[in-house]
T-cell receptor
Framework: QKEVEQDPGPLSVPEGAIVSLNCTYSNSAFQYFMWYRQYSRKGPELLMYTYSSGNKEDGRFTAQVDKSSKYISLFIRDSQPSDSATYLC???????????FGAGTQVVVTP | EPEVTQTPSHQVTQMGQEVILRCVPISNHLYFYWYRQILGQKVEFLVSFYNNEISEKSEIFDDQFSVERPDGSNFTLKIRSTKLEDSAMYFCASSEVETGDQPQHFGDGTRLSIL
């Protein structure tokens, strides 16, 4: 059973639209949830980091975690062409523990 | 902003040869990690390292792999007798941890091509 599942896309949206990304996970012990952005031939760049359930907002980005349904979401408001990238969700049981990644969703924001 | 740096950016090696991938973690970080990403696949955990010893390793991290912190700044991944299936992007990551819950920060990776 895959521990973190994520639709690989691609997801194409017009500039200015809201991008909605999500993941599901199976391991109830996961406590920490992250979203990373990855440009082509680059490393994962941390976008959002949350502990347990709840919402977190940072600028145009909002992360949501619902532990009861094992569902992780990322919303990008007022999307820009520069947001075009692959977005990876990741989870772990302890803050220092190994990350389990989703497959990544490719997002394309068209001008 | 401090960052994790990895060298080389691209390594081409003949099958059966040994390769060493190098990483300089963020200076005040204490936990170090290696992950790999085979083309078109997920990022996969290989190993974590803390206090000069391996704290966790995956099934992938078999006897052909080893890690070392040879000095106060570098963290290396050695692959002995490389195989074609070792071709992948290898990412180093580090986290601070001891000042509270801190996420892992990644380098831009080394693309390893085995011929």
């Amino acid at each position: 059973q895959k521990e973190v599942e994520q639709d690989p896309g691609p997801l194409s949206v017009p500039e200015g639209a809201i991008v909605s990304l999500n993941c599901t996970y199976s391991n109830s012990a996961f406590q920490y949830f992250m979203w990373y952005r990855q440009y082509s031939r680059k490393g994962p760049e941390l976008l959002m980091y949350t502990y347990s359930s709840g919402n977190k907002e940072d600028g145009r980005f909002t992360a949501q975690v619902d532990k009861s349904s094992k569902y992780i979401s990322l919303f990008i408001r007022d999307s820009q062409p520069s947001d075009s990238a692959t977005y990876l969700c990741a989870s772990t049981t302890d803050s220092w523990g190994k990350l389990q990644f989703g497959a990544g969703t490719q997002v394309v924001v068209t001008p | 902003e401090p960052e994790v740096t990895q060298t080389p950016s691209h390594q081409v090696t003949q099958m059966g040869q040994e390769v060493i991938l190098r990483c300089v973690p963020i200076s005040n970080h204490l936990y170090f990690y290696w992950y790999r990403q085979i083309l078109g696949q997920k990022v996969e955990f290989l190993v974590s390292f803390y206090n000069n010893e391996i704290s966790e390793k995956s099934e992938i991290f078999d006897d052909q792999f080893s890690v070392e912190r040879p000095d106060g700044s570098n963290f290396t991944l050695k692959i002995r007798s490389t195989k074609l299936e070792d071709s992948a992007m290898y990412f180093c990551a580090s986290s601070e941890v001891e000042t509270g819950d801190q996420p892992q920060h990644f380098g831009d990776g080394t693309r390893l091509s085995i011929l």
